[in-house]
């Protein structure tokens, strides 16, 4: 799925969005781009093309099927997988995926579309928030923005967090610095309100998942990568969920990855 905007392109061509399960989210982020991009000048929000990745489903999501496409392997802890029904799916087809973006999609749209090849931002929420983290610590050259909605850290904590103490030498050198936002929800560790006195497995869950914990664990190591060559945000949102922290995070990222101050 593409948008594309209403107006000529800049010299450079536009920036372009690659927005993972797009069957979720693509209609909500093309439209928060047309809204705000058309006074950039008052937004911060240039003219850009949302990518979206889907599948042929009419679900929000295709659970085998990303599943599949946004791990590298099993779950660290199958455990964690199975409190969230994710245990006995097919997992490892993560390098693959990328491969599709980078070496088919990409160069499809080069050929379709004026898209300023320097500033491509990859999105993506829980699973597909886990792909683009691991996609920055392990090709970060592939795009120039990281947002990572919720991401599932959970699913290899350890090897995203010791990926990140040699990060800086896998970093292009000679670009722009990459952009890292990592997000999540404050009930994505905890029970809402409405939900005390509820089910205690999903309070079991939750806690063990340790949406809230990972995001700031893995945000101030990313902060604190030497070299200069990132620039990174990380929050946890106060009264949001799983779902809800996407909407936020969505009205960040726009400033942050699209505004002409990240173009430098």
Known sequence: ??????????????????????NATFGTITEAVRLRARRPDVTGVVP??????????????????RTFDLTNAPA????????????????????????????????????????DETR????????????VLRTLL?????????VAASPSIWWDRRGLL???????????????????MVTAGEYEEKLSPTEVGGRTDIAERRDARAMVSNVL????RLAHVPGGRLITHHEVFPAEDHASSVLRTINIMLRFVLSETSAG
Do not use: C, N, W
């Open 48 to 65: 850009s093309v949302v990518v979206g990745i889907g599948y042929e489903t009419h679900e929000p999501y295709d659970r085998e099927r």
């Open 138 to 146: 392990t090709a970060p050259a592939s795009f120039r923005g990281y």
């Open 1 to 22: 799925m593409v948008s594309y905007p209403a107006v000529s392109p800049p010299a450079d061509g536009f920036p372009a969005l690659f927005v993972l399960d797009a």
């Open 76 to 115: 660290a802890e199958p455990s964690l997988a199975s409190k969230g029904g994710e245990a006995g799916l097919e997992t490892g087809g993560a390098g693959a995926f990328l491969h599709l973006l980078d070496q088919v999609i990409r160069p499809h749209l080069a050929r379709h579309y004026p898209i």
């Open 217 to 220: 664990a893995l945000g101030e």
């Open 162 to 180: 010791e990926s990140v103490g040699t990060l800086a030498d896998r970093l292009p050198r000679q670009a722009p610095p990459r952009r890292v």
């Open 120 to 131: 491509l931002t990859l999105f993506g929420h829980s699973l597909g928030g886990y792909f």
